[in-house]
């Protein structure tokens, strides 16, 4: 990662910041838009990790707390399109809880912009891809998070 | 010996006399029968703490003292379940924790020196506070339950907060607020991550201190207790005295002049505010110098008040709704119209409970201390 590389090449300055970002994704839509992205070859910046739910609503702002108490520098939140949940509402429950999270983000001093919410269907690879390159340029201007340092391990 | 075992020494769980009188009054024994402290203390005991850490029971106390009421022996249950579930914590067990554990990770994330929170939004233009001065107001949790409950029920924890300030300035008082005041840890302490409680501490202590406060006031009963005693316990003495908004309501009674708010009302004792710091009569006075408010007590009241049924965020269950239902039965049975707490955690927990079928509500209003001492100030 950014700190061992700096170590290794002692000229480089300053190691360049490579943000780290999880990824929610519903099984439905944006999982397989991911996939869909993977299979079209999309090229898109490779800095996050996906975690698949069945689908959006089930994403809590524990989910999204944890990731950035364990030192994510951003958090996506993707579901399908209103009206194509799986579960039919589950991403208007989705948008509720978002908004809880980005409430507690914001008193604890977080910037919203970290967090984020989108919507990519299955057939969406290419704008998968942009979703993710749009959310590492935005993620990179912010810096590393606050809480970014190397976690301990513990449940 | 292991080391947990090694620590129930200083709970005394080894002069447990295996009675049986704390399984008798639990609260959650009352309504799971799986769950004995009595057996916790002798598994502990006989085979050792370490079998106990994978012991889903493990999270279920309260750590509401009332066992320790009884004891004959005075073991301290809640230390002993403390210092199990630290040693359980070292090795990753972890419990249930109710709300997907955010509540818990907003608590780790407060612990990071470089945060900086937007904690003060609450606070209006008609409310006097200052950045320096001899009393702080710690305002604990409220503006994380704000955002986090204030949706689902009727409710807005805020509005303790506010209402204190209001009773602080109506005793002339303009308290110090915190920018980046953290979490006091109280929750974090009785779950046994206690290094993760010391740094919460220090981080406040520092700030605490940089404002040069004498007198710290809190809305929250788990606030006082944790910078009170528990600061002290882990950290060394604190250079301040604590005081639960009660007690201070109390003391200055005279300065007070109420309008009259009419209303049957009855008080759940928080356990922190009553068994840990004894403070049972600062409140009731207080809420009986209002005219025209009557109080009724509840059959389990003061030192055998029953806990609203879920502490440190832990194991939300059938067991804590029952609980609540309980209690709430028998407040309401007092005749009382409303069910005054001192603790916003009461409130919420029985706020929950009332959420849902509509058939089994227990319809009574609850409040919080300060919001009735409050409105009888405006009146
Ligand atoms: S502290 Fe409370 S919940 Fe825990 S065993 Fe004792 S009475 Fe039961
Ligand atoms: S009341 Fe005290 S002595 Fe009796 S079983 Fe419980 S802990 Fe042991
Ligand atoms: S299944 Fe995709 S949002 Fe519900």
């Known amino acids: ?155 | 010996m292991d080391r947990a075992t090694l620590e129930l020494k200083k709970s005394r769980a080894f002069l447990c006399l295996e009675c049986g009188k704390c399984t008798a009054i639990c609260p959650i024994s009352r309504f799971n029968n799986s769950y004995s402290p009595r057996r916790l203390l002798a598994d502990g005991l006989f085979y050792g703490a370490d079998n106990l850490i994978t012991n889903p029971l493990l999270w279920s106390c309260l750590t509401c003292q009332l066992c320790s009421q009884r004891c004959p022996v005075d073991v301290k249950f809640s230390e002993y379940m403390r210092d199990i579930r630290a040693e359980a914590c070292r090795q990753n067990q972890w419990g249930n924790a109710s709300h997907g554990g955010a509540l818990h990770h907003i608590m780790e994330m407060a612990a990071a020196p470089a945060l900086k929170q937007n904690r003060t939004g609450w606070i209006s233009d008609n409310l006097k506070v200052k950045s320096k001065g001899e009393v702080l107001y710690f305002v604990g949790c409220l503006p994380y339950h704000h955002d986090f409950f204030a949706k689902d029920f009727d409710y807005a924890p805020l509005t303790a907060a506010v209402d204190t300030v209001k009773i602080l300035n109506h005793l002339g008082i303009e308290p110090v607020v915190l920018d980046n005041e953290r979490c006091c840890g109280h929750d974090l302490y009785w779950l046994g991550q206690l290094e993760k409680f010391d740094e919460l501490g220090r981080l406040n202590l520092k700030e605490i201190e940089q404002t040069g406060a004498k007198l710290v006031v809190t809305s929250c009963p788990e606030c006082a207790l944790a910078l009170k005693r528990l600061y002290a316990e882990r950290l060394g003495g604190v250079n301040f005295t604590v005081k639960h908004i009660s007690e201070l309501v109390a003391e200055n009674i005279d300065k007070f002049e109420f309008s009259e708010v009419p209303l049957k009302v009855t008080f759940q004792d928080p356990c922190r505010l009553g068994r840990y710091l004894g403070v049972y009569d600062q409140p009731r006075q207080a809420i009986m110098a209002i005219p025209g408010i009557e109080m009724q007590e509840m059959p389990h009241s003061r030192r055998g008040a029953i806990c609203c049924g879920t502490t440190n965020w832990m194991n939300c269950d059938a067991v804590s709704k029952q609980i609540q239902h309980s209690r709430l039965t028998e407040a309401k049975a007092t005749g009382a119209q409303t069910l005054v707490t001192a603790c916003p955690k009461c409130q919420i927990h029985f706020r929950c409970s009332q959420c849902g079928d509509e058939s089994q509500k227990v319809d009574i209003n609850i409040t919080d201390f300060v919001n009735i001492v409050a409105s009888a100030l405006e009146g």
């Open chain 1, 1 to 155: 990662m950014a700190g061992k590389v700096s170590k290794t090449k002692k000229k480089t300055a300053k190691a360049k910041f490579v943000p780290n970002i999880v990824a929610f994704a519903c099984n439905w839509c944006s999982y397989a838009g991911a996939d869909t992205a993977g299979i079209n070859r999309v090229q898109y910046s490779p800095n996050f990790r996906v975690i698949r739910t069945m689908c959006s609503g089930r994403v809590t702002p524990g989910h999204v707390l944890k990731a950035l108490k364990l030192g994510a520098d951003g958090v996506l939140v993707s579901g399908c399109h209103f009206g194509d949940c799986h579960y039919i509402f589950g991403n208007y429950k989705a948008v509720e809880q978002f908004d809880r999270t980005k409430a507690l983000v914001k008193t604890l001093g977080l910037d919203e912009r970290r967090i984020r919410l989108e919507w990519v269907s299955a057939a969406e690879g290419t704008r998968w891809g942009e979703v993710i390159d749009e959310f590492v340029a935005q993620i990179t201007t912010l810096g590393p998070s606050p809480l970014n340092h190397k976690p301990k391990s513990r449940k």
